[in-house]
């Protein structure tokens, strides 16, 4: 697997993390953490522009549920 794909793939386990710790109620910094780390494997891979949007939203969606 090239490493841009190995990226891609770790991205996406990330994203995927955090939006099942959420569902499943666990820590909002836990489901935080695994959001900013999809973007700092983004960074580090060159993917940042595609994926910091997609964070973004989850983390915009994590405060906005933090306050109901």
Do not use: C, F, H, W
């Amino acid at each position: 697997m090239a490493a841009g794909d190995e990226a891609r793939a770790k991205i996406q386990r990330l994203l995927v993390t955090g939006d099942n710790r959420l569902k499943q109620g666990v820590a909002r910094e836990k489901v935080r953490e695994s959001y900013e780390q999809a973007l700092a494997v983004a960074r580090e891979a060159g993917l940042e522009d595609a994926v910091r949007p997609l964070v973004e939203l989850r983390l915009a969606d994590l405060d906005a549920s933090a306050s109901d």
